[in-house]
């Protein structure tokens, strides 16, 4: 999906590099964040969670201003309730922000909707999010930052399964490397980690990708 002439759409995209990446490969990007009014009362525009604008997401060391202007643009959206306008396009992507949408379930029906409203057929979305290793039975289920349980995931992937769709199979892979023992905690490294420390359980990331399929 990511070569020239394609269309892609990155939900709650802060400031990361993925929209100029992209933009580089020749994907026409639609980058949206949340509005200004949830960004205020969650605190994100004290950090480098939240992009305001089309200059925030500007990379000049990856891409060139004037080829990026012309690869993106940028939009607010609310990722609870998608507008009509963000649809048919080639793939859709999120970075770990759907843990925060309020609920374990809120941050699944955007994976959902975000299927089934903003891709075409053959379109992929892959969206990762918070990754609980500690526990299949507890977990944080509601509130500002949920943790997603491997029996969640596995659920949600049977659901759209059922719905039409191609999911990736989830795969967690053994622990093998000397990282993998290796869990930040509170204030986290600036160093790359596999896992850390939140709110009180070990978590990792981990990765769903869907192919719509009607």
Wanted: net charge negative; charged share 25%.
């Amino acid at each position: 999906m990511i070569t020239p002439g394609r269309r892609g759409l990155g939900f709650g995209v802060g400031t990361e590099p993925l929209p100029a990446v992209f933009a580089k490969l020749g994907v026409q990007v639609m980058a949206t964040d949340a509005p200004s009014e949830i960004a205020h009362a969650a605190g994100w525009q004290k950090t480098e969670e939240f992009a305001a604008s089309l200059n925030d997401l500007y990379k000049p060391e990856i891409i060139g201003r004037e080829r990026f202007d012309a690869q993106v643009a940028f939009r607010t959206c609310d990722m609870t309730a998608i507008a009509p306008e963000f649809s048919g396009y080639d793939f859709c992507w999120s970075s770990c922000c759907l843990e925060h949408l309020g609920s374990l379930r809120a941050g699944l029906d955007f994976i959902r909707d975000s299927v089934e409203k903003v891709l075409r057929v053959g379109g992929v979305a892959c969206h990762t999010t918070e990754f609980n290793l500690s526990s299949d039975e507890r977990t944080v289920e509601d509130g500002g930052c949920v943790l997603y349980r491997r029996r969640d995931i596995e659920a949600f992937i049977v659901e759209m399964r059922e719905r039409g769709h191609h999911v990736a199979d989830l795969r967690i892979a053994p622990d093998t490397h000397a990282a993998d023992w290796y869990v930040d905690v509170p204030p986290y490294r600036q160093d790359p980690h596999l896992k850390l420390e939140l709110l009180g359980y070990t978590t990792t990331s981990a990765g769903l990708v869907i192919t719509r399929g009607r």
